[in-house]
């Protein structure tokens, strides 16, 4: 296989083959501090996204609490991206997983550049086609989705995408619980209102 870094190719390599874009990736053997760096990164360029979309489309008032404030936006981003990392991880552990937490969050934070790129395309058909950003909205979801088990298989060593789709459900179900947890310590109930109006 060809060990491509061009990033248009590894992206349509992951779109079309993600075991062997997660190959190509897993290949790079990057330090612990270029991933996490990288991390940062991704969560200042989603930040930065999320923040100009909601300057051009303001969203509702429960939700511009987080994303009309770049700060928090990037912790939520930062954090989020690691709970996610560490839910999956550990549900996998639960069903036989043997993979990495290292090879696991490398795929993970491509899946999150890319969908940094998504978002830079979605926002401008936004601007230019309402329409067909739509469309590629729900090709991103689709998309992503299909990536995101591919990549658990691999980088938890499942050999199984049945078995990876149920390390999704409970990491989703993981993180669901603890956001309701922690919305709840700060007073809000799942609707975003807070509790005492």
């Known amino acids: 296989m060809t060990q491509t870094t061009n990033f248009p190719q590894l992206a349509l390599l992951t779109l079309r083959d993600p075991t062997s874009a997660a190959s190509v990736i897993l290949g790079w053997n990057l330090s612990k501090e270029a991933v996490w760096t990288a991390i940062a990164l991704v969560s200042v360029v989603i930040t930065m996204l999320s923040t100009l979309s909601n300057m051009i489309f303001p969203v509702p008032a429960p939700l511009n609490a987080i994303v009309g404030n770049p700060f928090v936006y990037f912790a939520?981003?930062?954090g989020g991206f690691l709970a996610t990392v560490y839910a999956i991880f550990w549900a996998g552990r639960m069903l036989g997983g043997r993979g990495a937490i290292d090879d696991l969050m490398v795929l993970l934070l491509w899946l999150q550049a890319l969908r940094a790129a998504a978002q830079i395309a979605i926002l401008l058909c936004l601007i230019i086609a309402p329409v067909m950003a739509s469309f590629l909205v729900l090709f991103v979801a689709v998309a992503t989705l299909w990536v995101f088990v591919q990549f658990i298989s691999v980088g938890l060593q499942l050999n199984s995408l049945l078995r990876a789709i149920?390390?999704?459900?409970?990491?989703?179900?993981?993180l669901i619980a603890g956001l309701s947890f922690l919305l709840s310590l700060v007073g809000f109930s799942a609707v975003g209102a807070p509790f005492d109006v």
């Open 166 to 174: 149920v390390v999704l459900i409970i990491g989703a179900a993981v």
């Open 76 to 78: 939520v981003a930062f």
